[in-house]
């Protein structure tokens, strides 16, 4: 079994940074497209960011575009969402994901066969 865990949400002003990480358990996740998604209070999760297996690939959500940096260092099997600009709209308990490259798209939840527990982040205005 894969473990997630993720870690650096908090409290930031309009504006800040703030820079999530996410450590796995597996000894490697290779092969595995590594995602973020967020989820607000009564809404559905969502997709933030992905990234491929050797990293040359990422995508966004088009509300993220230009902020966020998704990075992954498959040596320490860790994976980072370097967020800057944030937004009060940005507030959301964020997770991190891991799914196949084979699995299907990269925005879609059921893509992912293994998720962390989450980690707060609150952009106050």
């Known amino acids: 079994q894969v473990q997630l865990v993720e870690s650096g949400g908090g409290l930031v002003q309009a504006g800040g940074s703030l820079r999530l990480s996410c450590a796995t358990s597996?000894?490697?996740?290779?092969?595995?497209?590594m995602g973020w998604f967020r989820q607000a209070p009564g809404k559905e999760r969502e997709f933030v960011a992905a990234?491929?297996?050797?990293?040359?690939?990422?995508y966004y959500v088009d509300s993220v575009k230009g902020r966020f940096t998704i990075s992954r260092d498959n040596a320490k099997n860790t994976v980072y969402l370097q967020m800057n600009s944030l937004k009060p709209e940005d507030t959301a308990f964020y997770y991190c994901?891991?799914?196949?490259?084979?699995?299907?798209?990269?925005?879609?939840?059921?893509?992912?066969?293994?998720w962390g527990q989450g980690t707060q982040v609150t952009v106050s205005s």
């Open positions: 994901a891991a799914g196949l490259m084979s699995n299907g798209e990269y925005f879609y939840t059921g893509s992912y066969d293994y």
């Open positions: 597996a000894r490697t996740l290779s092969g595995y497209r």
């Open positions: 990234v491929s297996w050797s990293g040359d690939y990422t």
